[in-house]
């Protein structure tokens, strides 16, 4: 496959590294210094000097034809551009490093992103699978096909739990790829396969997840829900 990497920073060069002795890989940076780093570490990537917002630039390393281009430049407007210029010189699927929490609602397939990388979204994904019970946590989204890969855990109270996959009437666009194991491992998630509270179940899911459906199917009550309220009800009108 032929790779485009734009940003020769830590992250470019550790994946141009990786990459290089499978794929043909060609990278992109701004700073001729670095350029020079980059040519002497990893002598058989093709490194170039260039602002890769330039359309010239991103043809010049043969974007258009490229499988992959993974923008990871520390400017979101940038990776932003890059992605935009990709699909408007037909490249292939685009890597888009997101560096600030507040800019990932702009990364989707409008800007040209395919799949958008936030490592703080990433770092509350993990820290979510250990402290998280009944929340639903995004793990991958593929914008460009429509496709999210979340997970959620199974709390104690489900009424999920010591059923099976076949009887849990989940929404139809979502698949259950696997299960974690509460005990460790991993389960194939089959018809016949029984729920245990602390189970993790990683779902896939083809267009919008419907949360809220997705939590009912599964008999949990959202974290943020308090269930007497329903009960309890509100206090009459006093006139």
Not at 43 to 48: F, Q
Not at 159 to 166: I, S, Y
Not at 209 to 217: G, K, M
């Amino acid at each position: 496959m032929k790779v485009v990497i734009v940003g020769g920073g830590k992250t470019g060069e550790y994946l141009a590294e990786r990459l290089h002795k499978k794929h043909a890989v060609t990278l992109i940076e701004q700073r001729a210094e670095r350029v020079e780093h980059l040519r002497a570490a990893l002598p058989e990537v093709e490194s170039l000097v260039g602002d890769a917002c330039e359309p010239s630039v991103l043809e010049s390393a043969g974007t258009g034809e490229a499988d992959m281009v993974i923008a990871v430049t520390g400017d979101d407007e940038d990776n932003l551009v890059v992605a935009m210029l990709t699909k408007v010189l037909e490249g292939g699927t685009v890597y888009a490093r997101v560096n600030h929490p507040r800019n990932e609602w702009l990364f989707d397939k409008a800007w040209g992103v395919d799949v958008a990388v936030s490592s703080p979204a990433m770092l509350y994904g993990l820290i979510g699978r250990d402290l998280v019970f009944g929340d639903v946590i995004p793990l991958l989204d593929l914008r460009a096909d429509d496709v999210a890969v979340d997970e959620v855990r199974l709390p104690a109270d489900a009424t999920a739990v010591g059923r099976t996959l076949a009887e849990v009437a989940l929404p139809a666009n979502i698949t259950v790829m696997a299960v974690l194991a509460a005990e460790g491992g991993v389960r194939t998630a089959r018809g016949d396969t029984v729920l245990v509270a602390g189970d993790q179940l990683l779902l896939l899911a083809q267009g919008e997840l419907d949360e809220p459906a997705v939590l009912s199917a599964l008999g949990i009550t959202p974290p943020d829900e308090d269930p007497t309220s329903a009960q309890q009800g509100e206090e009459p009108h006093q006139g």
